[in-house]
């Protein structure tokens, strides 16, 4: 909770507001500018949403939550990247600061380890952690940036930090990584050779029963040849007019077709390998 020395700090500095139109926030230390902000996001979220906020300025208001969430993340990477090179894990008993964020933020080992590297990573990309901060481009786009820079020479991960921050602000993830990989393939090819490599020395392939109900999940993780070829291979089988033309097909089934990619795949994929089902 919020305590009254930090309230009565605020609102001494409050005066400033209407001569430079920003809050006066300067006397306030770290910790009482976090207690503000989770004040103040209470408060928002405590409102009611009523139609008379209107439809713009309601989409606005997405626009500028996503905006905070961005400026947000920007500050927990940053502080990660600090709890990192402090060593500041040995404090809570365990061995790095993947663990720590494991046992305080109920993270998975992958989740954790992922959050780490991003930070340490993002710490050397000053442009691309400033427009981050200032919610500019996304966590997208920010491990674009990040996961090419552990590949890419030294002498040039400047000049990625420059476009990721400057181009990034108008692109997609997607469309930024494709972007940057046109870019690598002509000032450093060889990162995109070594970085296929790893691919294909990672590549896994993970099946459980903890679903609901016992539902059996997984996943993989392919090379991008792999993952290409195993992509045209489940579009070619899910094709309309494979189900038209297949002689496993019988009338009496409801039809396959799905509206969505993955449901298409999931069908073609028992389709053609079939499996005893519930009638």
Not at 127 to 148: I, S
Request: charged share 30%; proline share 3%.
């Amino acid at each position: 909770m919020i305590d009254n020395a930090v309230l009565f700090r605020y609102h001494a500095n409050m005066s400033s507001y209407a001569e430079s139109g920003e809050p006066g926030l300067e006397g306030l230390s770290g910790e009482g500018l976090l207690d503000l902000a989770e004040r103040a996001l209470a408060a928002v979220i405590a409102q009611p949403l009523e139609e008379e906020l209107g439809d713009a300025r309601l989409a606005e208001s997405v626009q500028r939550l996503y905006r905070l969430e961005t400026m947000a993340a920007a500050e927990k990477l940053r502080r990660i990247a600090e709890v990192d090179a402090r060593q500041a894990w040995r404090e809570e008993g365990v061995r790095s600061t993947a663990g720590m964020l494991m046992q305080r933020l109920r993270l998975t080992r992958g989740e954790a380890r992922g959050q780490t590297e991003t930070a340490v990573a993002l710490a050397s990309l000053l442009e691309t952690a400033a427009a981050l901060r200032a919610g500019a481009v996304g966590l997208g786009q920010v491990k674009v940036a990040t996961r090419m820079a552990k590949d890419l020479r030294s002498d040039v991960r400047e000049e990625l930090d420059q476009l990721v921050a400057g181009e990034g602000r108008g692109l997609d993830r997607r469309q930024l990584r494709v972007r940057v990989e046109e870019w690598v393939h002509t000032v450093d090819p060889e990162a995109l050779a070594g970085r296929e490599r790893r691919a294909w020395a990672n590549r896994r392939l993970w099946v459980n029963a903890e679903g609901a109900d016992g539902a059996v999940r997984g996943g993989f993780e392919l090379d991008p040849v792999g993952g290409a070829t195993l992509i045209a291979a489940l579009d070619a089988l899910s094709k309309r007019r494979m189900w038209r033309t297949s002689a496993h097909s019988r009338s009496d089934r409801p039809t396959p077709w799905s509206s969505s990619r993955g449901g298409r795949w999931t069908a073609a994929t028992f389709h053609w390998w079939p499996c005893s089902a519930p009638t």
